[in-house]
């Protein structure tokens, strides 16, 4: 299992990657979920995280980076599971009032089409148990109460309600802000809005975070970002 570690002693572990990644934040004996991956890797995706933390530990809080199908499918079990509270943007609590959170357009020929399929098919195939958001956040917040060096930036482009996580001010988990599974590229094939995706990118590289962790695939450090938004520029 791939596993990063800040100056501060703040763990990161990838418990689920595959079709796309979650990761488990970890300092003291504090757990954070981000992202829960799809119904049908919950059990691959508990095991993932029972060889991490002690059977008196628990997963306080599940950070959904955005709210489509493949990263948030299992959130709702883990409020019930194990009374975890769940943290995501605003913008989408209707969406996950509702269960479905709608396909972004397609940024590359291919991804198009399949972001044109996907629209047609809706919510029976890429909808997922509904549910409310505890922590809705707008485009900032502190981990005030729980005593962690964390915080929480928009990064919307991807979706509307697109965050990233800032872990201990190294490592940043993205979410689909950008993906690591292209050479020398980390443009998401899916994309709502792509000026806001590259003004996020920008946001991120501003953070001087060092590593950024995407949904999907893998790690992208901040040189590969600086080429990127030069890139566009
Ligand atoms: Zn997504």
């Known amino acids: ?10 763990h990161i572990y990838r418990v689920l990657t595959g079709r796309s990644n979650a990761y488990l934040v970890s300092y003291g004996r504090k757990n954070i979920l981000v992202d829960t991956g799809t119904s049908n890797n919950y059990q691959r995706l508990l095991k993932g995280i029972g060889s991490i933390i002690t059977h008196r530990e628990r997963i306080d ?21 194990q ?10 609590s209707v969406c996950t009032k509702e269960g479905f959170t709608p396909i972004p357009r397609g940024t590359l020929p291919y991804s198009k089409i399949i972001s044109r399929v996907g629209r047609l098919l809706g919510s029976r195939f890429f909808g997922y148990p509904h549910f409310s958001i505890d922590i809705e956040v707008e485009d900032k ?3 005030n109460d729980f005593d962690m060096n964390l915080r929480i930036v928009s990064t919307p482009g991807h979706s509307a309600g697109s965050i990233s996580l800032i872990v201990d001010n190294e490592i940043a988990l993205v979410g689909d802000a950008m993906f690591g599974i292209f050479n020398n590229s980390i443009l998401p094939p899916f994309a709502d809005d792509k ?6 990118w920008k946001k991120l590289y501003a953070t001087g975070c060092r590593l950024f962790l995407p949904g999907h695939g893998n790690i992208i450090d901040k040189k590969l970002l600086r080429s990127q938004i030069y890139k566009i520029n």
Do not use: P
């Not at 009374?83 to 989408?92: C, D, K, R, T, V």
């Not at 000026?195 to 996020?200: D, L, V």
């Open 1 to 10: 299992m791939k596993k990063w570690r800040t100056k501060n002693g703040y």
């Open 195 to 200: 000026q806001k995706m590259f003004e996020s």
């Open 83 to 92: 009374g975890s509270i769940i943290l995501a943007s605003s913008y989408e």
């Open 141 to 143: 917040y502190a981990f």
């Open 61 to 81: 809080m599940v950070v959904l980076t955005h709210t489509h199908f493949d990263h948030c499918q299992n959130a709702s079990r883990f409020r019930r599971d």
